[in-house]
Nanobody
Framework: QVQLIESGGGLVQAGDSLRLSCVASGRTETVTATGWLRQAPGKEREFVALIRWNGRTSDYANSVKGRFTITRDNAKNSIYLQMNNLTAEDTAVYYC?????????????????WGQGTQVTVSS
Protein backbone atom coordinates (compact mmCIF):
# COMPACT_ATOMS: atom_id res chain seq x y z
CA GLN A 1 0.00 0.00 0.00
CA VAL A 2 0.97 3.61 -0.55
CA GLN A 3 -0.08 6.50 1.62
CA LEU A 4 -0.35 10.00 0.17
CA ILE A 5 -0.59 13.10 2.32
CA GLU A 6 -1.30 16.49 0.79
CA SER A 7 -0.66 19.91 2.26
CA GLY A 8 -0.45 23.52 1.20
CA GLY A 9 -4.05 24.43 0.50
CA GLY A 10 -5.63 27.61 1.73
CA LEU A 11 -7.60 30.74 0.99
CA VAL A 12 -6.06 33.17 -1.48
CA GLN A 13 -7.16 35.99 -3.74
CA ALA A 14 -7.43 35.84 -7.50
CA GLY A 15 -4.03 36.30 -9.09
CA ASP A 16 -2.18 34.82 -6.12
CA SER A 17 -0.04 31.69 -6.06
CA LEU A 18 -0.02 28.53 -3.96
CA ARG A 19 2.17 25.46 -3.83
CA LEU A 20 0.67 22.11 -2.93
CA SER A 21 2.77 19.24 -1.65
CA CYS A 22 2.16 15.51 -1.58
CA VAL A 23 4.35 13.13 0.39
CA ALA A 24 4.26 9.43 -0.43
CA SER A 25 5.12 6.62 1.96
CA GLY A 26 4.85 2.86 1.98
CA ARG A 27 5.48 0.79 -1.12
CA THR A 28 6.36 3.73 -3.33
CA GLU A 29 8.32 1.46 -5.67
CA THR A 30 4.95 0.33 -7.05
CA VAL A 31 4.07 3.86 -8.23
CA THR A 32 5.06 4.82 -11.78
CA ALA A 33 3.31 8.19 -11.83
CA THR A 34 1.76 10.67 -9.45
CA GLY A 35 -0.69 13.39 -10.20
CA TRP A 36 -3.19 15.94 -9.01
CA LEU A 37 -6.92 15.92 -9.54
CA ARG A 38 -9.47 18.37 -8.17
CA GLN A 39 -13.13 18.40 -7.35
CA ALA A 40 -15.23 21.51 -7.09
CA PRO A 41 -18.60 21.50 -5.30
CA GLY A 42 -21.25 19.83 -7.42
CA LYS A 43 -18.76 18.76 -10.07
CA GLU A 44 -16.94 15.58 -10.94
CA ARG A 45 -13.32 15.06 -10.01
CA GLU A 46 -11.15 16.27 -12.86
CA PHE A 47 -7.57 15.81 -13.95
CA VAL A 48 -5.11 18.63 -13.30
CA ALA A 49 -1.54 17.41 -13.81
CA LEU A 50 0.55 14.24 -13.88
CA ILE A 51 4.25 13.39 -13.70
CA ARG A 52 6.20 10.18 -14.08
CA TRP A 53 8.13 8.98 -11.06
CA ASN A 54 11.36 9.66 -12.96
CA GLY A 55 10.16 13.18 -13.71
CA ARG A 56 10.76 12.84 -17.46
CA THR A 57 7.16 13.19 -18.55
CA SER A 58 4.43 15.49 -17.36
CA ASP A 59 0.97 16.29 -18.58
CA TYR A 60 -1.53 19.05 -17.82
CA ALA A 61 -5.18 19.81 -18.26
CA ASN A 62 -5.73 22.56 -20.80
CA SER A 63 -7.34 24.73 -18.14
CA VAL A 64 -4.11 24.94 -16.13
CA LYS A 65 -1.40 24.87 -18.82
CA GLY A 66 0.93 27.81 -18.47
CA ARG A 67 -0.23 28.51 -14.91
CA PHE A 68 0.43 25.29 -13.00
CA THR A 69 3.68 23.32 -12.81
CA ILE A 70 4.06 19.81 -11.41
CA THR A 71 7.45 18.70 -10.11
CA ARG A 72 8.83 15.94 -7.96
CA ASP A 73 11.65 15.31 -5.52
CA ASN A 74 12.51 11.63 -5.42
CA ALA A 75 14.77 12.05 -2.41
CA LYS A 76 11.78 13.28 -0.44
CA ASN A 77 9.19 11.02 -2.09
CA SER A 78 7.27 14.17 -2.81
CA ILE A 79 5.49 15.89 -5.65
CA TYR A 80 4.50 19.50 -5.82
CA LEU A 81 1.97 21.59 -7.71
CA GLN A 82 2.94 25.20 -8.16
CA MET A 83 -0.19 27.16 -8.98
CA ASN A 84 0.14 30.69 -10.30
CA ASN A 85 -2.39 33.29 -11.37
CA LEU A 86 -5.17 31.50 -9.56
CA THR A 87 -8.78 32.23 -10.43
CA ALA A 88 -12.08 31.50 -8.72
CA GLU A 89 -12.52 28.60 -11.15
CA ASP A 90 -9.55 26.89 -9.49
CA THR A 91 -11.46 26.61 -6.20
CA ALA A 92 -11.71 22.92 -5.35
CA VAL A 93 -10.44 20.14 -3.16
CA TYR A 94 -7.15 19.01 -4.65
CA TYR A 95 -6.25 15.34 -4.40
CA CYS A 96 -2.92 13.64 -4.88
CA UNK A 97 -3.18 10.38 -6.81
CA UNK A 98 -0.74 7.53 -7.36
CA UNK A 99 -0.69 5.22 -10.35
CA UNK A 100 0.86 1.80 -10.79
CA UNK A 101 0.55 2.21 -14.56
CA UNK A 102 1.03 5.55 -16.30
CA UNK A 103 -2.43 6.68 -17.43
CA UNK A 104 -3.18 8.42 -20.71
CA UNK A 105 -6.87 8.97 -19.95
CA UNK A 106 -9.50 8.21 -17.31
CA UNK A 107 -7.19 9.64 -14.70
CA UNK A 108 -9.77 9.34 -11.93
CA UNK A 109 -10.67 5.71 -12.55
CA UNK A 110 -7.06 4.73 -13.19
CA UNK A 111 -5.73 5.92 -9.82
CA UNK A 112 -4.62 3.23 -7.40
CA UNK A 113 -3.94 5.46 -4.42
CA TRP A 114 -5.49 8.67 -3.11
CA GLY A 115 -4.66 11.30 -0.57
CA GLN A 116 -7.26 12.85 1.69
CA GLY A 117 -7.38 16.12 -0.25
CA THR A 118 -6.55 19.71 0.53
CA GLN A 119 -8.91 22.65 0.05
CA VAL A 120 -7.97 25.51 -2.24
CA THR A 121 -10.27 28.50 -2.20
CA VAL A 122 -9.71 31.48 -4.48
CA SER A 123 -11.70 34.62 -3.80
CA SER A 124 -12.43 36.93 -6.69
Amino acid sequence: QVQLIESGGGLVQAGDSLRLSCVASGRTETVTATGWLRQAPGKEREFVALIRWNGRTSDYANSVKGRFTITRDNAKNSIYLQMNNLTAEDTAVYYCAGYKVYPYSNYHAAADYWGQGTQVTVSS
